[in-house]
């Protein structure tokens, strides 16, 4: 007669019970969606956003930009602030905004800074144009959200369908759209990444402040210049990527 190791049984009903547990459970149980990694950089827009339609992808959420006071900014390593912000809300708030950035923070704006809301933030100056010439952009020093941009993709915009050569948009295009003003009283040290006009006045700049940075557009949101078909393809999501901390 052989004898039954009690070990050995207790071991394989063991491992059967399990897997006869697991297959059973698992059964019919509807996969768990895979939770979505937190934003890393926060839009600021001026409306009001609900919980539903604050995620714009996997890097970026927005919020409404008088949320600010209550927001814990820790999280995040971007901050785009776009046309039309209220300067004089984010002057109130400028204690909190420049406390983030020189903690290690980006911040980007695009616009008019006709009331310095941080600390270095230049001056706009209006500028007088008659002609594309007057507008005509040119790369200054390299930045990484600009590498591989061509000004000339963001000169000029129509609005007839289909895609057009660049001859053809100075024959039908319009211009100012990227910039029709210019900076004036940067900071120390500043870099003039785009120039506007012969002067080659500065409309996109950057400068540090404490461990961050500060970007200034001077036009449109800076996101807004994507076309498929040229040298804008993917800009805006190369500006989200290197706020939330590429290099």
Known sequence: MTETNPNAVGAAG??????????????????????????????????????????????????????????????????????????????????????????????????????????????????????VEDIWLTAMEPHPLWEGLERRDVLLRTGVPGSHSFEALLEIGVGGFYARNYLAALPEGARVITGIGPGRLPVDISYALGAGEVIVHAGNDLTSFVNQDDSTAGFDQRIYQYLGGAR
């Open 14 to 131: 063991g491992a059967q019970g399990v897997a006869g547990t697991g297959t059973a459970d698992l059964a019919g149980v509807a996969p768990q969606p895979e939770s979505q990694p937190a934003p890393t950089v926060l839009r600021l827009v001026m409306k009001p956003v609900t919980a539903e339609d604050r995620r714009i992808n996997d890097l970026v959420e927005k919020r409404d930009l008088y949320e600010l006071p209550q927001l814990d900014l820790a999280p995040y390593r971007g901050i785009i602030l776009g046309v039309g912000s209220d300067l004089r809300f984010l002057d109130r708030n400028r204690a909190k905004l420049e406390a983030w950035v020189r903690s290690g923070g980006r911040l980007l704006y695009s616009g008019h800074p006709v009331l310095p809301f941080l600390e270095g933030m230049p001056q706009w100056r209006k500028l007088p144009f008659h002609g």
